[in-house]
């Protein structure tokens, strides 16, 4: 598997809960209990999960803590944050954060409404923002208000791709084995250097695996490993399947993951995180239009052709009738991306319906939506000139989409007679309507593109 | 040290020679010997490169094999051998390649130009490949018409950002110990997992180190190496320094490497090495015009606007007059982004001789040059939609420019009386000039923006 998109799931897609899994035994192929070697009957389980982000991220190399670091605007961790939330079936999240950044996380999850989260303080280590994190869920503690869980996943801040089938696979085999960890094969060979800084041996590669995140443990035993664990181990320890099987004696079952669990550690890291998430909300368009039946429409030809250039992108379309029902599914099953094919004689009528009903979803408040305003041109009866005149009112009007996250480009497509000709315009609209949805930038919003 | 712009060095600049600095004691301070802990003396070396390209890149999940994956059209192999090539002091690189791919490689060096390039047929494994480099340099080959290095460099070629300081490193540490190599700290905690799956045992991460590239090697040390080594090592090995130290009692030295060695693996890591590519290769925007000396010009003002707005970006300006003189010597020093500044009554004269003068010069042969047409609209002296008409004329000569790899679109600046408007204008240009240059998307040429 590779983190590119997922097939056929949605950045923000709920899955299936894991309590009507294991109670109506229907599970996804994916999320077998059997895959993880499993079968935990009908007793549905109860799951929370402790993400530590209190590092500074002094790998990175800026002065942001990396996950706070920006993507299209939005801070990393509102998307492991979301991978999380999307899992019906984790009840709470108990995020550590150190006491400076505890405002700016509140306001991250008012303002992008992250949802059954808890703040707790991060502690000055890695493993110790972890004991925080589960002391707030431990029912010893006087003042939570939270519930022990039965089995609590750990992930990192910095790790936002994880998916719902690998976050089953540890909590199923951590409720067997006590204890479970994501893995990946080793990319480069591990040495061991003598005290001169010269190479003592190597190890052989293929016994090794690298420990990733997301792990899951029985709360009891994570937390008894916590209570026990030296000072020495909370101050530089690294793993928790270490501390589980030290202080509690319980193996950890190991789980391959997949590539897309990789942790972003260095800027171009950010880079790559950047790009697999324009990836993922570039994979659909929307071709809009105000079609009565039987109507011959231009934005047919067009979404014709849109399907035939860009053929590892999904075209729908959605008309703009009955309060735009059609859209509203479309809208509600996260399609970011719209081209409005408006009328000649029209001009901007049907991209404002649009607009209107975009607003209202609230569909841009977790990813930059892209909208392109399409015109048609017959050379006869207008002037290029005296057509862009008409349609630079667009730019005012994009300023004030921009505030709310929506993108708004206008592209005014030449319609020769010409069939041929006509053709050719309609592949130059489908490569500009590409390049403005991949590359999803905000300085050329209001901007008059011509095909 | 981050995988972001070098300081100060330009993607394809000449470092200092080694033999050079070896024998005139002019070391620069990021390439002391002593830094590496050896005092060569006076002695040149001779070093030559072995890069192994025949592996499939299974791990991308592409057809593809990795090291032909393009990043801005050029495949990734082509920006590693330009990295070593810059290398002064590198006297031959061998890369082994398939036979299947040995022609799409000679293609690829005449089209970029490489030089001092050979290649060998690849083995079946990497340890094959790479012995089979080292053939084609040992003297001892009735048919090779390379001669014997002292010392060899062993590099990826999917590893495209090694940089002149740590080639250097290696090469002197292997001079001295017979064999160096690369480090990097562990991202992950390297565990060992126990026969059924679960957990053995963690290693401690501060005691290990990941390997990685490039390493090097006395050459009779590392020849005799692969010359006594097994089958086994052959087709199983993953390590080189492991060979040295099992066949020839050689105990590599250690050099810390920097991010930027990072080996790109999975489609995330091409996601990133085009991003800091084109981040790279964005650093430098020379502004262009026409002036006679005590000319007051537009362009200045512009000038000054993108100093203030894009302040990560150096400006520089370059005069047309002269044939160009002061542009060819900001061409020379890998400059990769334009803006040409039209005066008001030539309209596009002033950017088809900076054209003519890009299209010289050879500059978009290793990466697309980015050049911004600027005109200047006065709206009490011409509609916006007449002067749009006048300019649309840039639309077929994008065209013809895209195919020698420059991309260029024009801006229509308005350019009010009012000094705070004109500002507001000039502010907009810079975002839109920005963001041309940052997405570098061919599928925007052409076009005409308004700022």
Redesign the interface.
């Known amino acids: ?4 998109p997922p097939s056929g799931s949605r950045p923000t897609e709920q899955g299936p809960c894991l309590s009507g899994l294991l109670g109506a035994h229907q599970a996804a192929p994916a999320s077998s209990p059997s895959a993880a070697g499993a079968e935990p009957g009908r007793c549905p389980l109860s799951v929370a999960a402790v993400l530590p982000a209190g590092g500074c991220g002094e ?3 800026v002065p942001t803590p990396k996950q706070f670091c920006p993507i299209l605007e939005r801070p990393l961790i509102s998307y492991t944050l979301q991978a999380l939330e999307r899992v019906c079936w984790i009840k709470d999240i108990v995020v550590a954060v150190t006491s400076e950044n505890m405002e700016a996380m509140n306001s991250i999850i008012q303002k992008y409404q992250h949802k059954r989260i808890s703040l707790v303080e991060a502690g000055g280590t890695r493993h110790r923002s972890i004991f925080n994190g589960l002391k707030a869920l431990a029912e010893d503690q006087p003042d939570s208000k939270l519930s022990k869980p039965e089995v609590v996943i750990i992930h990192d801040a910095v790790r936002p791709f994880v998916e719902e089938d690998v976050l089953f696979k540890v909590v199923i085999a951590a409720k067997e ?1 006590g ?1 479970a ?1 994501a ?2 094969p ?9 005290a001169d ?7 052989e ?1 293929a ?6 995140m997301p792990q899951a443990f029985l709360f009891d035993v994570i937390y008894e490993a916590y209570q026990q664990c030296s000072d020495y181990d909370l101050e530089f320890g ?2 928790c ?2 501390l589980a ?1 030290k202080y509690c004696h319980t ?4 789980v391959e993951g997949s ?1 897309d669990l ?2 972003v ?5 950010l ?6 998430i324009k990836e993922r909300i570039s994979q659909e368009i929307c071709v809009v239009m105000d079609t009565k039946e039987g109507e011959e429409h231009i934005g047919l030809l067009l979404e014709a052709v849109l399907k035939c250039e860009l053929n590892h992108v999904k075209i729908t379309s959605g008309a703009l009738q009955h309060a735009g029902s059609d859209l509203q599914r479309i809208i509600s099953e996260q399609c970011y991306n719209f081209v409005c094919v408006n009328v000649m004689t029209s001009d901007f009528q049907d991209t404002q319906k649009l607009l209107s009903i975009l607003e209202e979803s609230n569909l841009s408040t977790l990813y930059p939506v892209v909208v392109v305003s399409v015109h048609f041109l017959d050379f006869k009866l207008a ?7 008409n349609l ?1 009112w667009i ?1 005012g009007f994009a300023k004030e989409m921009k505030r709310r996250n929506i993108l708004l480009c206008g592209l005014l497509v030449c319609y020769p007679q010409d069939e041929q000709k006509l053709q050719e315009s309609l592949k130059q609209a489908a ?2 309507i ?2 403005l949805i ?2 999803r ?1 905000s ?2 919003v209001g ?4 095909a």
């Open positions: 598997m590779e983190p590119g790998r990175m190399g084995h204890a960890g893995i990946r080793l990319v480069s060979t591990v040495i061991s250097p003598s800084g010269c190479l003592d041996h190597s190890l590669r016994r090794y695996r690298a420990s990733e690294t793993e399947l270490q099987l193996n950890a079952k190991l590539p990789w942790k550690t260095y800027k171009r890291d880079y790559a995180a950047e790009s697999i002037t290029l000139g005296q057509k862009m005149e630079m730019r490569i500009i590409a390049a991949k590359e930038n300085g050329l901007q008059l593109l011509v």
